[in-house]
């Protein structure tokens, strides 16, 4: 079975700093990852994925994560935190299942940007 | 372009009384949907998927219930709500036949009272 443990809930910088949220995944397969954001009462906007090709991946919004297999960790980060990126961020694993993929979430982290 | 709709967007429902959430994808053909549940500070629950019309996987032994009658159609029903039932729920699609992305419609906010 497949489980992510994304092991800060909080994370709190200030404007300007790097942000590093960290994400630790299980997985019997070559596994795809992804990192999702959702602002408050809103749907999840994918960020980035990874899919075998590049272990440092790019996102949207300045974001990028490096695929450690050796420490089945899936970090993501992002040199200079900005307000807007103040939200609740999951990573995520991908399972192949009978024609769909099944994704098994995070708990998630919630993101504070400060002055 | 593909969009995914859900509405409502909140419903404020008693204890007991029926349930209906909709979700149509628009500007693809045969996608895979899902239907996700997320309480309050917690992360997402995968509630049930469909690779085709009328094929529907339960994830989890519950009080809902979900069907697709159209390709594009995905609906989550219940005949009698309960109090846990509340919560924020969220419909996505896939590209069939494949691992790729899920891509999230805006959510239905749902209080039971």
């Known amino acids: 079975a497949q489980s992510v443990t994304q092991l800060d809930s909080h994370v709190s910088v200030s404007e300007g700093t790097p942000v590093l949220l960290r994400c630790n995944y299980s997985?019997?397969?070559?596994?795809?990852l992804f990192w999702y954001v959702q602002h408050p009462n809103k749907g999840l906007q994918l960020l980035l994925k990874?899919?075998?090709?590049?272990?440092l991946v790019k996102g949207i919004n300045g974001f990028e994560a490096e695929f450690k297999k050796s420490e089945t960790s899936f970090h993501l980060t992002k040199p200079s935190a900005h307000m807007s990126d103040a939200a609740e961020y999951f990573c995520v694993v991908s399972d192949w299942r009978g024609g769909g993929n099944k994704l098994t979430f995070g708990t998630g982290t919630q993101l504070k940007v400060e002055l | 372009s593909q969009t995914i709709h859900q509405w409502p967007a909140t419903l404020v429902q008693p204890v007991g009384s029926p349930l209906s959430l909709e979700c149509t994808v628009e500007?693809?053909?045969?996608?895979?949907l899902y239907w996700y549940r997320q309480a309050a500070g917690r992360g997402l629950q995968l509630l049930f998927y469909s690779v085709g019309i009328g094929q529907i996987s339960s994830e989890v032994p519950q009080n809902l219930s979900a069907s697709r009658p159209q390709d594009r159609q995905f609906i989550l029903s219940s005949k009698k709500l309960l109090l846990s039932d509340s919560g924020f729920y969220l419909c996505?699609?896939?590209?069939?036949?494949?691992?790729?992305?899920?891509?999230f419609g805006p959510g239905t906010r749902l209080t039971v009272l």
């Open positions: 990874y899919t075998s090709a590049a272990t």
């Open positions: 996505a699609w896939s590209v069939w036949g494949s691992t790729d992305t899920q891509y």
């Open positions: 500007g693809t053909s045969n996608p895979n």
């Open positions: 997985s019997s397969y070559s596994p795809s």
